[in-house]
């Protein structure tokens, strides 16, 4: 039997009607899947002992807050008691009695070896565990290698290396013998590309990475995972895209992660993703840093050569402490 003729337009009020329900119907599955993903993510640390060492920089607040929220039996470690403190009552502010933890505050300071052993051991002490530990702490310096002192070189490796190690070392063993754990590093794509006047900042993070990347193998047997998260660039809270002309605003809207960094919020959600995947390994660059990755790899004289560029311009850039 001959098939029915479907007149022309009747095809082109379907054709124009399909489009639009399938976007709609793929943004509702990519909803539904975030959400479930969401809650799933929060179940995987409810009553886990959970480490966060400086809880009170702009990415230790946020993952604070969504471990908190996820019923994580959370240590703050901060260098400063009072914003801990503040921390502490916005945290309690919000608290569901039924699903969350009152957390415990610990003064660390990451470059003080014997404080980080110290704390360490108040920890196990108080919890008998700790099942996720997040090396979040570090500290930066900007200048040209001549101009910053070995003393600050030193400082910076304390603080974003030995720090980060010993407390590692000191928490390991018992992750061991309980044969479960988890320990992420929140590092710095500087710590795959070597970016001018960073030297002891992206040195630090160098040897925290390869650090890290070694014990990943060395503890899997015992089912200990080691995660690092490399974000490029996280953006304050305070700065917002200014008023520009209409070009200027799309751009800033489709390219903002570009133009401003990833959002501390957004970066905590994907430390938490990171820890109910159990996923080794996660950068969170654009496409220019990650392109620059393979050059710098497969393409060095040429990555040099660019970075150098951009270097003449800017020989006299300032020092930061
Ligand atoms: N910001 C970015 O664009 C960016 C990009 C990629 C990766 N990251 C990484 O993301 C993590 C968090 O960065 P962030 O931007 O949220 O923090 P941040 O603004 O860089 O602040 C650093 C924090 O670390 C603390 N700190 C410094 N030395 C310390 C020490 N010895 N012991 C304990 N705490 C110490 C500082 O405390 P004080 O203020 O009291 O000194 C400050 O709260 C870091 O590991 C960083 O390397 C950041």
Redesign the pocket.
Known sequence: MPLPIIPQAKMGVTAVLVLPLLLLGISGLLFIYQEVSRLWSKSAVQNKVVVI??A?????KECARVFHTGGARLVLC???WERLQTLYDALISVADPSKTFTPKLVL????DISCVQDVAKEVLDCYGCVDILIS?????VKGPAHKISLELDKKIMD?NYF?PITLTKALLPNMISRRTGQIVL????QGRLGIPFRTAYAAS?HAALGFFDCLRAEVEEFDVVVSTV?????RSYHVDPGQGNWEASVWKFFFRKLTY?AH?VDVAEEVMRTVRRKKQEVFLANPIPRAAMYVRTFFPEFFFAVVACGVKEKLNVPEEG
């Open positions: 060492t400086d009170i920089s702009g990415l230790g901060g260098k400063n660390l300071d990451l470059s979040n702490a570090s500290m930066k603080a720090g929140v590092n710095n794509i993070k490399s974000p490029t660039f996280i960094g501390p």
